[in-house]
């Protein structure tokens, strides 16, 4: 059973443009969360989306936004890149919404460099 | 505010010797709490998901318990290739303004020298 699969791995972007992740969920799991991953941060929860609407939302401005596609499948949009967007974003994936015995898989992440 | 703390930041180890890594928690109504493993350039893999104090969870040289204020990761005679960042997070359960996700610690980086 093929895992969660995130593209591009690596970008590489200037300050003020945009970019646009992608990420598709283990087959059969229709909640897909996303997080940033940097050194000094750790881990931080972005959004959640099930069905096709955003359930969740952590603190990160509104540059950063996302959407869920009927097939579950995700991306990930940050418009007018900071130097501090470089980080790794991570897609994880359950098959459910929240609820008891919800693991998130996790896939191996887009390592987006700003400069 | 959900918040997870887990100590110590970095551990050494020799391979064979035994210890523990701790995750503290502070959360409304504990859905979850679960620990992953994290190789470099790798997105985390994985390994338990705890739901009650007193519960405890095995997987080779693993092992993972549960009070209601905190969770340990056990390593028995670790190998080289235990060597790796274990992170633990906790999901808040219904009724919370966090409800479903996950807040994670800032973790744990485990070195085992052969």
């Known amino acids: 059973k093929a895992g969660v699969t995130q593209t591009p791995r690596y970008l590489i972007k200037t300050r003020g443009q945009q970019v646009t992740l992608s990420c598709s969920p283990i087959s059969g799991h229709r909640s897909v969360s996303w997080y940033q991953q940097t050194p000094g941060q750790g881990l931080q929860f972005l959004f959640e989306y099930f069905s096709e609407t955003q359930r969740n939302k952590g603190n990160f401005p509104g540059r950063f936004s996302g959407r869920q596609f009927s097939n579950s499948r995700s991306e990930m949009n940050v418009s007018t890149l900071e130097l501090g967007d470089s980080a790794l974003y991570l897609c994880?994936?359950?098959?459910?919404?929240?609820?008891?015995?919800?693991?998130?898989?996790f896939g191996a992440g887009t390592r987006l460099s700003v400069l | 505010e959900d918040q997870v703390t887990q100590s110590p930041e970095a551990l050494r180890l020799q391979e064979g010797e035994s210890s523990s890594l701790n995750c503290s928690y502070t959360?409304?109504?504990?859905?979850?709490l679960f620990w992953y493993r994290q190789d470099p350039g790798k997105g985390p893999e994985f390994l338990f998901t705890?739901?009650?104090a007193g519960e405890e969870k095995e997987k080779e040289r693993l092992k993972a318990t549960l009070t209601k204020k905190e969770s340990f990761l056990h390593i028995t005679a670790p190998k080289p290739e235990d060597s790796a960042t274990y992170l633990c997070?906790?999901?808040?359960?219904?009724?919370?303004?966090?409800?479903?996700?996950?807040?994670f610690g800032q973790g744990t980086i485990l070195t085992v020298h052969p």
């Open positions: 997070a906790v999901q808040e359960g219904p009724g919370g303004t966090s409800y479903g996700k996950l807040t």
């Open positions: 959360v409304s109504g504990l859905r979850g």
């Open positions: 705890l739901y009650s």
């Open positions: 994880a994936s359950s098959l459910k919404a929240g609820g008891p015995g919800n693991i998130q898989y």
